[in-house]
């Protein structure tokens, strides 16, 4: 009973993005959808109105045939905003990379880790890891702690106050001391970390802002601790911040 309610789920899925798929080629009515697809009407109907009341699609005057909707939009900005993230950092991040001779990455917060989206590395990095795809602890890393620092109040305190990984000795897990650290990352615009993640790497992150000015992702360079020190950190944060601006300006915002 339950396998086969599943199957129909997932069929009834699968039919939602066709009907999505339809009308990406233009308008349409229930009778024209359901003989498209080779279903009854009435199930067209169900689906449709679902979809409808989600804003994926809508109707046209009364009774009349159906069209993409505006959620549609919402949900394809974002991957947009996503995919020209990656595009337009790349070129950041390898310019950084040249410069400073480490490893340099842009991550975004998603579902309380932090995802690697992009990576350059410059002439000086030892290591061979592939950040691209890794989904990385906010508490243990310096571009976790941006993308924590900023955000909404509640949201960070609620991850913050979840059971907190110890991945060295170094790693910050009492909540009330991370939280005073991320008021003064907000405050000073970037964050550090110092064999928090592995013992021997250290990294410092700054913000990327999307068009409305929020925190869209997070700028780090790492590297070994005996080349990137406190000193060298502190050295290299006003043009990491710079890069990040000029990137946010390519996103669309512009510091006031």
């Not at 000073?188 to 999307?210: I, K, S, T, W, Y």
Request: glycine residues 10%; charged residues 20%; proline residues 3%.
């Amino acid at each position: 009973m339950g396998n086969s309610d599943s199957v129909a789920q997932v069929q009834s899925v699968d039919r939602a993005i066709s009907v999505l798929e339809m009308l990406a080629q233009g308008e349409a009515g229930i009778t024209e959808i359901a003989g498209e697809l080779g279903v009854h009407k009435s199930t067209v109907s169900r689906l449709v109105s679902v979809l409808e009341a989600r804003g994926l699609v809508e109707q046209l005057g009364e009774r009349g045939k159906y069209a993409i909707g505006f959620g549609v939009v919402r949900l394809a900005g974002a991957a947009t905003g996503r995919m020209d993230l990656t595009k337009l950092g790349q070129p950041v991040c390898q310019s950084l990379a040249d410069s400073f001779g480490e490893t340099v990455n842009i991550a975004v917060h998603d579902a309380g880790v932090a995802i690697n989206i992009t990576q350059a590395r410059g002439s000086a990095a030892v290591s061979a890891v592939n950040w691209i795809g890794q989904r990385t602890p906010l508490h243990a890393t310096s571009s976790g702690k941006v993308l924590l620092a900023f955000l909404p109040d509640a949201e960070r305190k609620r991850l913050v106050s979840l059971p907190l990984d110890a991945y060295t000795e170094k790693t910050v897990v009492d909540g009330t001391r991370l939280l005073a650290e991320l008021e003064t990352v907000a405050e000073q615009g970037f964050a550090a970390c110092f064999e928090e993640l592995e013992l021997g790497l250290h990294a410092v992150a700054v913000p990327v802002r999307g068009h409305r000015g929020e925190v869209v992702a997070a700028m780090s360079a790492s590297g070994p601790s005996y080349r990137l020190s406190r000193q060298r950190v502190e050295e290299i944060v006003p043009a990491m911040s710079t890069a990040a601006a000029d990137l946010s300006a390519q996103l669309g915002y512009f510091a006031g």
